[in-house]
């Protein structure tokens, strides 16, 4: 590791996790605790309707460094890591989701992993436990979204991911939809930023259901990857374009 120990950001999304975020906020205060004693827990509540505040404001008399962001609107996934990344005030950025389907625990491996040199340690399922066609779709999405913006990293829908958080003084993240993994994954590869990938476990979903996987909302996610593919590619490609034919024409002049 580093000659200074980095501190440490644990941030959560959470909507309607009622039934899961408690056991994600106790491992992260466990992990952390034992890698830096300068460490904070961050979850982004967007406007649950369960009973997810309540045991929110329970959970912060137990660990003194959890810190609540209240969404009363929905913001969607795209504004609660919005969210996430601006209030972080650490070192190091880790952050998952609030469903439970990756083990907390498994930080302590990206950690070990984070040395000097790295910038982001990506988390890659080892094997996605989901239904059937949740796994077909999201091999397909997969496959288009590497065929689409030519991603090097292994697994651009894993949120897994430990960061350094100097990152976003340098990129800025404008999506509020599911397609900001895209964006935020991309705009790091573009910024040269040094990826490690590292396999974690995907469990199923004990509680509650996906608020990605049905066909208006996958509707409205290939709308936005077409816009996000002309802002982070197209625009940059129809600029080359254009710039070497203005080129051919200086030298056929």
């Known amino acids: ?18 039934y899961t975020i408690g056991s994600l906020v106790a491992a992260a205060d466990t992990v952390a605790a034992e890698y830096t004693s300068d460490y904070e827990i961050i979850v982004i509540d967007d406007g649950s309707t369960d009973s997810s505040r309540e045991m929110l404001t329970e959970l912060q008399h137990k660990y003194s460094k959890l810190r609540l962001i209240l969404h009363e609107k929905n913001k969607g996934y795209g504004g609660v890591l919005q969210s996430g990344f601006r209030g972080a ?4 950025i880790f952050y998952t989701d609030g469903d439970g389907q990756y083990d907390v625990f498994e930080l302590r491996k990206l950690l070990r992993v984070m040395q000097e040199g790295v910038d982001v340690v990506n988390g890659y399922k ?29 697994d651009v ?8 958080r100097e990152i976003f003084d340098h990129i800025s993240l404008h999506h509020t939809s599911g397609v900001i993994c895209i964006e935020l994954v991309k705009k790091m590869e573009l910024g040269g930023y040094h990826f490690v990938d590292f396999p974690v476990h995907h469990f199923h979903r004990t509680h509650g259901k996906s608020q990605f996987f049905n066909f208006r909302r996958l509707f409205r996610t290939g709308i936005n990857i077409l816009r996000l593919w002309v802002e982070i590619m197209g625009k940059p490609f129809v600029s080359r374009l254009f710039s070497s034919k203005r080129n051919q024409a200086v030298m056929d002049s």
Do not use: W
Request: glycine share 2%; hydrophobic share 40%; charged share 30%.
């Open 89 to 92: 005030t650490k070192d190091l």
């Open 157 to 164: 829908d894993c949120d897994f991911r430990l960061m350094r």
């Open 126 to 154: 080892l094997e996605r436990s989901d239904p059937l066609h949740r796994i077909v779709i999201g091999k397909v999405y997969l496959n288009l979204m590497r065929l689409l913006f030519f991603f090097k990293v292994r």
């Open 1 to 18: 590791m580093l000659d200074k120990q980095p501190s440490l950001t644990c941030f959560f999304p959470c909507y309607n996790d009622a």
